[in-house]
């Protein structure tokens, strides 16, 4: 018997219920599956780079270098040092040797120390030198490693030995050791490419003109010049340097890293090569200075500086001359670049900053700040080298007469004031008689600037 009844029909709607929820645990299986299957994949992954890097390590190829965490040891060839910021052209390559290379983790860079330094040259004004340091603002001295006719110390460097022109004017560990007791640096200067006992003695690397013959130049004493261009004279200067730094001096200078100026005895024109076959004087200055600082600084931590020309700052005509071009010299690498900006330099009536300065000798502090004012552009720039100026501490009389003054502590000061009034906290003093007057050298005093 059918039995009919009012009570609505719900089976369709429980019918899908239970399908949807059938759907749902199925779905939640699978991504579970999936998520275990992911795993696996990857670890079965890594097993395998790690067994790759494994057996190229074992192969003793160059390993592979993967992003893993793993206690094992891992080796990558050595980084060689690249930050030279010169870039060489090919001719320079092509015309010297490759550069120096070595690992960037066996680089020493040396912490820059802000020298305030005077000149004392083969040593026989230590004593005063030292007091003047131990009194002053002053805190480093340099001394002479090798002048224009040899090395007043008892080097040992074959080819110094050989030429002969070696002597014990001072005894260097006597020197350095006094210095060092009572906290003041010593730095060595090396009177580079004017050399003409070294250039009479080895005339292949001296200047020559085509025929070969060596050549004199009226501006340099009538007297020979090293050739810059000659690889094997950096070699003798880096080798003088080495030998000197080994007995414990805190900076190596060098100075006259310079072609000759002026014209050559007779007229006769020296010969470097063919037009167009040799890279520019400033390349071969700029190549020698790189090379010494990987040799020295870079190698063995101890600063390599550079005395150049005041006048190369603001006269390009010159710089090409003597081949220091300031704007690249300064990015050679070199601790520090040393511009002699003595006003007695500078030619009457030379113009700057929109003063003509009829004797410039006569204007100390304007001088200085003019000169190294007009090349602040060049010097402010990213990786340029510290600028440490040479400053006159000594009477020009040879200028003639109504065009110098004498230079006693106030014409000295003037010009340290110059140079902080610049922001530059540096300075060397020059007299090639090295005797300075008393006095603190702080650039502390009233000049008139305007």
Same mark, same amino acid.
């Given at each position: 018997m059918l039995i009919t009844s009012n009570v609505p029909n719900n089976n369709g709607s429980e019918d899908n219920s239970s399908e949807i929820a059938k759907l749902k645990r199925i779905f939640t299986a699978l991504l579970s599956l999936s998520a275990i299957l992911a795993v696996c994949l990857v670890t079965l992954g890594i097993a395998k780079i790690i067994r790759h890097v494994d057996t190229k390590e074992t192969s003793g190829s160059t390993p592979v270098i993967a992003t893993l965490v793993s206690t094992e040891a891992t080796f990558t060839e050595p980084v060689v040092y690249h930050t030279e910021?010169?870039?060489?052209?090919?001719?320079?390559?092509?015309?010297?040797?490759?550069?120096?290379?070595?690992?960037?983790?066996?680089?020493?860079?040396?912490?820059?120390?802000?020298?305030?330094?005077?000149?004392?040259?083969?040593?026989?004004?230590?004593?005063?030198?030292?007091?003047?340091?131990?009194?002053?603002?002053?805190?480093?001295?340099?001394?002479?490693?090798?002048?224009?006719?040899?090395?007043?110390?008892?080097?040992?460097v074959p080819t110094a030995l050989e030429i002969g022109y070696v002597w014990e004017a001072y005894d260097i560990d006597a020197i350095i050791k006094k210095c060092h007791d009572n906290n003041i640096r010593v730095i060595g200067r090396i009177v580079s490419f004017n050399d003409r006992v070294?250039?009479?003695?080895?005339?292949?690397?001296?200047?020559? $003109? #085509? =025929?070969?013959?060596?050549?004199? %130049?009226?501006?340099? *004493?009538?007297?020979?010049?090293? &050739?810059?261009?000659?690889?094997?004279?950096?070699d003798y200067l880096i080798e003088i340097a080495l030998d000197a730094a080994s007995h414990g001096l805190d900076e190596i200078q060098f100075d006259y890293v310079r072609f000759p100026a002026g014209a050559t005895q007779n007229k006769v024109k020296p010969y470097f090569g063919e037009e167009g076959q040799f890279p520019e004087k400033s390349e071969a200055v700029n190549r020698f200075l790189q090379e010494a600082r990987i040799r020295?600084?870079?190698?063995?931590?101890?600063?390599?500086?550079?005395?150049?020309?005041?006048?190369?700052?603001?006269?390009?005509? $010159? #710089? =090409?001359?003597?081949?220091?071009? %300031?704007?690249?010299? *300064?990015?050679?690498?070199?601790? &520090?670049?040393?511009?002699?900006?003595?006003?007695?330099?500078?030619a009457c009536g030379t113009m700057l900053g929109g003063h003509t300065f009829e004797y410039p000798d006569k204007e100390p502090y304007r001088m200085v700040y003019s000169v190294l004012h007009?090349?602040?552009?060049?010097?402010?720039?990213?990786?340029?080298?510290?600028?440490?100026?040479?400053?006159?501490?000594?009477?020009?009389?040879?200028?003639?007469?109504?065009?110098?003054?004498?230079?006693?502590?106030?014409?000295?000061?003037?010009?340290?004031?110059?140079?902080?009034?610049?922001?530059?906290?540096?300075?060397?003093?020059?007299?090639?008689?090295?005797?300075?007057?008393? *006095?603190?050298?702080?650039?502390?005093?009233?000049?008139?600037?305007?």
């Open positions: 910021q010169l870039e060489a052209t090919s001719l320079a390559d092509s015309y010297w040797r490759p550069l120096p290379e070595i690992p960037e983790d066996q680089v020493i860079v040396p912490e820059h120390f802000e020298v305030k330094a005077v000149y004392i040259g083969s040593c026989s004004a230590i004593d005063k030198a030292i007091e003047l340091c131990n009194n002053t603002e002053l805190n480093t001295v340099v001394i002479d490693l090798k002048n224009e006719y040899g090395l007043p110390y008892k080097s040992q070294a250039a009479k003695h080895f005339p292949d690397r001296a200047i020559c $003109d #085509a =025929a070969g013959n060596v050549v004199k %130049f009226s501006n340099e *004493g009538n007297n020979p010049f090293l &050739s810059p261009y000659n690889s094997d004279n950096w020295i600084q870079d190698t063995h931590g101890i600063p390599v500086s550079a005395d150049i020309f005041g006048i190369v700052l603001t006269s390009p005509g $010159d #710089a =090409a001359i003597i081949g220091q071009d %300031f704007a690249t010299l *300064g990015m050679t690498g070199i601790d &520090s670049c040393c511009p002699m900006v003595y006003p007695s330099h500078y007009a090349c602040q552009p060049t010097f402010k720039q990213d990786g340029f080298t510290a600028v440490r100026p040479y400053l006159q501490a000594f009477t020009a009389s040879y200028i003639g007469k109504g065009k110098y003054m004498n230079y006693g502590y106030n014409e000295i000061n003037a010009q340290i004031k110059a140079v902080h009034d610049l922001g530059i906290t540096e300075f060397i003093l020059w007299d090639p008689s090295c005797s300075y007057p008393e *006095g603190s050298y702080d650039g502390d005093m009233s000049v008139e600037t305007d």
